[in-house]
């Protein structure tokens, strides 16, 4: 047997010289097709031909809407849950946990207020925190990338953030990188393949500059820039790819294809009808010109009665007769065969086939359910597992950062008192300290139950038999943590006692308040109401 040397890209291959000696995939020669290499991609024509599809196509705008109105929807909401048995060693493990719980609760309260200010939070003084959280998942998704970059607000001293789309980083053509790092498509690398700078295009007084922007800063390590993908990538690529780039043609034909049926019907429309002739029929004869010269007779009117003005072909009236057909001719209906009637099950057909691709079930791109419940609670779980996996995907990738760096610097502005902090951040030794400091739940959109009943009935028997937990079913249904829950009803509880509002969840069989202080209340007011 004989091999050849064959290069490919920067490897070299050994290729046998007899037929299907080597496995390739083939099942006979040429039977795959062309091999493509992804070594280099053009992503700028995948960039602009994403937005171009977003802003035309209405498959495409519909998809990503679908994606961030259930992804994002208001934004994430993070909840603050830190480590008392690792925050505070030297306490015991109630009093740990219960100091934790304070904690938690007062930065979960701060980074609410902080991304609520547009004006603090966001660069361009436009964002809040979720509609910044929206902005950047829309543009990773049409851009396929793009970077998330803490500035420094003067006015308050804290992070704002800015966010720049993947069109914006482009290789430099004036710099040359130290240390032995190399730069591809805009990304700034060392030996180890770690990201380390962004070359990004600006423009400044009218021109055009490129602005080299670290990822972590060179005394402090704290992150400055951070890139967002909108899409899986592999390990030895630095650039994502859009969200439609595998359906970019798939999109485009369907949408050529519906404008066409629309076009079709509409000319149908406004042919209403024609004449059909033989070989024997004369040339040039007119037939319905009769409608016009029968509907232009005047009326026969009763004597004495006003003069009624002559009828034109807009006043004809059903059944009315063509009486000037030539020997030869027929009067033919047009076509009614369009649009065509098999349009739906092929549109349904291509648009199941997409919504396979990007793991959304077609019913809830389409906004369709079967009226089996059985069948749409399933297309709905199954939509919620691409949902949890995405939310916490989002949420590693630009919330947890953004939490982060406010804590950070809201400690060491002395706005947030949290002790220990800044010494474990400060120190790589120190590493779960300050993971356990800056632990961050996030919570999404909680979508509806089909059936909010069985829903909570099947909470209720899990919980009852002990194969779940009172965290676990309260952010299924609520959205919200059982710590959460448990606090908004103690404050809603004890506002209720001091109005004297007993809700029917409180009282006992004999309609009487169930919890003894709520009838203590009642006795005393029934009291002072005889005096």
């Known amino acids: 047997m004989e091999f050849i040397e064959k290069s490919i890209g920067n490897y070299s291959v050994f290729l046998t010289t007899e037929i299907n000696e080597l496995w390739n995939g083939e099942k006979f020669p040429g039977s795959f097709g062309v091999?493509?290499?992804?070594?280099?991609?053009?992503?700028?024509?995948?960039?602009?031909?994403?937005?171009?599809?977003?802003?035309?196509?209405?498959?495409?705008?519909?998809?990503?809407?679908?994606?961030?109105?259930?992804?994002i929807y208001t934004g994430l909401v993070a909840d603050a849950s830190i480590n008392g048995t690792i925050c505070f060693p030297k306490l015991d493990p109630i009093d740990a946990e219960d100091l934790a719980i304070k904690y938690s609760e007062t930065l979960t309260e701060h980074?609410?207020?902080?991304?609520?200010?547009?004006?603090?939070?966001?660069?361009?003084?436009?964002?809040?925190?979720g509609e910044w959280q929206k902005q950047v998942r829309f543009e990773s998704l049409i851009c396929g990338d793009g970077i998330i970059v803490s500035r420094i607000n003067k006015a308050?001293?804290?992070?704002?953030?800015?966010?720049?789309?993947?069109?914006?980083?482009?290789?430099?053509?004036?710099?040359t990188p130290r240390n032995g790092n190399t730069i591809t498509h805009g990304v700034e690398r060392n030996a180890q393949g770690q990201h380390v700078a962004y070359h990004v295009e600006v423009i400044r007084d009218g021109k055009l500059h490129m602005e080299r922007i670290p990822v972590r800063g060179e005394k402090s390590g704290r992150l400055i820039a951070k890139m967002v993908y909108g899409t899986e990538y592999m390990l030895d690529e630095v650039r994502g790819e859009p969200l439609?780039?595998?359906?970019?043609?798939?999109?485009?034909?369907l949408d050529r294809y519906r404008d066409a049926e629309a076009r079709a019907a509409v000319v149908n429309a406004m042919l209403a009808l024609f004449v059909k002739k033989n070989t024997n029929s004369p040339l040039g004869s007119r037939p319905t010109d009769s409608l016009a010269r029968l509907q232009n007779k005047e009326p026969v009117q009763p004597q004495n009665a006003p003069k009624m003005p002559p009828r034109d072909i807009r006043g004809m009236q059903p059944g009315t007769i063509f009486d000037d057909l030539a020997p030869g001719e027929e009067i033919q209906s047009f076509q009614t065969n369009r649009p065509n009637v098999n349009y739906k099950a092929f549109e349904e057909a291509i648009l199941a086939g997409i919504c396979w691709a990007l793991e959304i079930p077609p019913e809830i791109v389409q906004l369709r359910f079967q009226s089996n419940?059985?069948?749409?609670?399933?297309?709905?779980?199954?939509?919620?597992?691409y949902l949890k996996a995405q939310s916490q995907k989002n949420a590693l990738q630009f919330c947890q950062p953004v939490y982060e760096e406010f804590v950070i610097q809201s400690a060491l502005n002395q706005q947030i008192d949290v002790p220990g902090l800044i010494s474990a951040c400060f120190d790589t030794a120190r590493w779960k300290e300050r993971s356990a400091w800056?632990?961050?739940?996030?919570?999404?959109?909680?979508?509806?139950?089909?059936?909010?009943?069985?829903?909570?009935?099947?909470?209720?028997?899990?919980?009852?038999?002990?194969?779940s937990t009172y965290d676990i079913e309260c952010r299924r249904i609520s959205g919200l943590s059982f710590r959460q829950v448990m606090q908004r009803r103690k404050r809603e509880e004890d506002f209720m006692q001091k109005i004297g509002f007993t809700p029917k969840a409180n009282e006992n069989n004999n309609g009487e308040p169930a919890d003894s202080r709520v009838r203590k209340l009642i006795e005393e007011s029934e009291k002072e109401e005889e005096q």
């Open 35 to 71: 091999t493509k290499l992804f070594e280099c991609v053009d992503y700028w024509t995948l960039r602009k031909r994403s937005e171009q599809l977003f802003k035309e196509n209405i498959y495409a705008k519909g998809i990503v809407r679908r994606l961030l109105r259930n992804e």
């Open 111 to 129: 980074f609410k207020l902080y991304g609520e200010s547009a004006d603090v939070f966001d660069y361009r003084k436009q964002l809040t925190f």
């Open 156 to 175: 308050t001293n804290l992070p704002c953030w800015d966010f720049i789309n993947g069109n914006h980083i482009k290789d430099p053509t004036d710099y």
């Open 244 to 253: 439609l780039s595998c359906i970019l043609y798939m999109l485009k034909e």
């Open 373 to 385: 419940y059985s069948a749409s609670r399933q297309a709905n779980n199954e939509f919620e597992v």
């Open 438 to 467: 800056l632990s961050c739940s996030w919570t999404g959109l909680n979508r509806p139950a089909v059936d909010p009943l069985k829903e909570v009935d099947a909470s209720y028997l899990a919980l009852d038999a002990g194969l």
